[in-house]
Structure formats: structure tokens, C-alpha cells
């Protein structure tokens, strides 16, 4: 199994451009989330999906569009990018453990480093 | 609501023990830790719910205090694979979804 394959690995955007993160895992997991990470910060939660066809906010969703049509796949898109979006991204997903989603480890994808100029 | 990680950094000798606190200002169902190395992706450690059940599959023990919203990961006689940041992540009580908010992590390095 690859586990979680996020794409690409680093990426120069300007200002005002868009793009898509793409974000795919072959476990089978229901639950998939994207986070930012910044220095000093932490990581984020901008959104989260709890399967296909659904999806919500995290804390800072502003800027980031996504949607869950298949179970496998979770593109995170950036409608126009801005400097303040210059981040590493993590993509995560997770299963449903016991019968609770909140048993259960997040497994991380190797990140985006994103730069906006 | 971020979770508050102490310390901020702490560098150790191999074979030192360390502790790592985090708190929450809200009820907790789950506590998560990480360690991160640099460059790479966050890998899960443990988690540590609510009612006493730990899961976890390193040599890294933890603690979960329900009451305070407090948790603690202990690493004894460090090895210098131990390097690295290490995240907690907590979960509330509210809703049935995973929305796990992490802490601003702490770094530990272990020098021979």
C-alpha cells in the first residue's frame, strides 16, 4: 500500500493564480483532512471530509475549496493564491476504530511546500 | 482553542528522561501525540482516550487526565531517534467527527 500520496511535492505559485493539491489514499479510510503548517503555528485544520460526498470547515477554511466525489481522492483547491497561503500542506486520512472516528490515528501524507510570491 | 504544549524545546543526553505536557481549555474525548522529524510528515505515537484506554505502539508511555484536560508523554532513556517535534492533538466531546486541533508542538533534540 502507498498509504497517503499527496502531489505535488513543492510548488511556486503567484499571486492570484489557483491551483489544486491533490491529495489520494489506497487504505480505504473514510475520513480525510487537509493541514497547514506554519512555523511556531502548529497545523491547522482548514477542511475535513468524513466521506465522499461530504465535507465541512476546520479553524481556518478561508481561501480553500475542496470535495470528496470518490472515497480515494481529496483535492484541496486554492481559487487565488495569496501570500498569505505560503505554507506546508498535509493531507490525512483515518478509519473509523471500534466504532468511533475519533479512536483513530491520522495517517499523514509527505506534505506540499507551497510558495506564493 | 488551541492546546497548550510545555515545554517549548528541550534538548537531552541519550539516556535522559523527558516529559511533555499538554493542556486543553475545553473537555476532552482524545488526546493524540506525534513526533515530527524535519522534512518529513507527522507520524503517529499514541492515543489516549477518554475512560482510561491508551493505544499506541512505540516504547512511549503517556498519561490522560480526564479531569484536568491534561496529558503528558514520557520518554525515558532517550535515544537519539527520539529527535524531533513533537504535536499533541485533542479532541472535544462535541459531534461525532474527527476535528483534531494540534498544539504548537515542542522540540526535542537528544545529543550523544
Known amino acids: 500500500n502507498a498509504g497517503v500520496t499527496q502531489t505535488p511535492k513543492f510548488q511556486v505559485l503567484k499571486t492570484g493564480q489557483s491551483m489544486t493539491l491533490q491529495c489520494a489514499q489506497d487504505?480505504?479510510?473514510?475520513?480525510m483532512s487537509w493541514y497547514r503548517q506554519d512555523p511556531g503555528m502548529g497545523l491547522r485544520l482548514i477542511h475535513y471530509?468524513?466521506?465522499?460526498?461530504?465535507?465541512d470547515q476546520g479553524e481556518v477554511p478561508n481561501g480553500y475549496n475542496v470535495s470528496r466525489s470518490t472515497t480515494e481522492d481529496f483535492p484541496l483547491r486554492l481559487l487565488s493564491a495569496a501570500p498569505s497561503q505560503t505554507s506546508v500542506y498535509f493531507c490525512?486520512?483515518?478509519?473509523?476504530?471500534?466504532?468511533?472516528?475519533?479512536?483513530?490515528?491520522?495517517?499523514f501524507g509527505n506534505g506540499t511546500r507551497l510558495t506564493v510570491t | 482553542q488551541q492546546p497548550v504544549q510545555s515545554p517549548q524545546a528541550v534538548i537531552l543526553r541519550e539516556g535522559e528522561d523527558a516529559v511533555i505536557n499538554c493542556s486543553s481549555s475545553?473537555?476532552?474525548?482524545?488526546v493524540h501525540w506525534y513526533r515530527q522529524k524535519h522534512g518529513e510528515a507527522p507520524v503517529f505515537l499514541m492515543i489516549?482516550?477518554?475512560?482510561?484506554e491508551q493505544k499506541g505502539h512505540e516504547k512511549i508511555s503517556a498519561s490522560f487526565n480526564e479531569k484536568k484536560q491534561q496529558s503528558s508523554l514520557y520518554l525515558t532513556a532517550s535515544q537519539l531517534s527520539y529527535s524531533g517535534t513533537y504535536f499533541c492533538g485533542t479532541e472535544g466531546n462535541s459531534g461525532g467527527y474527527q476535528k483534531v486541533t494540534f498544539g504548537i508542538g515542542t522540540k526535542l533534540q537528544v545529543i550523544p
Open positions: 475545553k473537555a476532552l474525548y482524545s
Open positions: 471530509s468524513v466521506g465522499a460526498g461530504i465535507t
Open positions: 487504505m480505504n479510510h473514510e475520513y
Open positions: 490525512a486520512s483515518s478509519y473509523r476504530a471500534d466504532g468511533d472516528i475519533r479512536n483513530s490515528p491520522l495517517h
Open positions: 489516549l482516550l477518554k475512560g482510561g
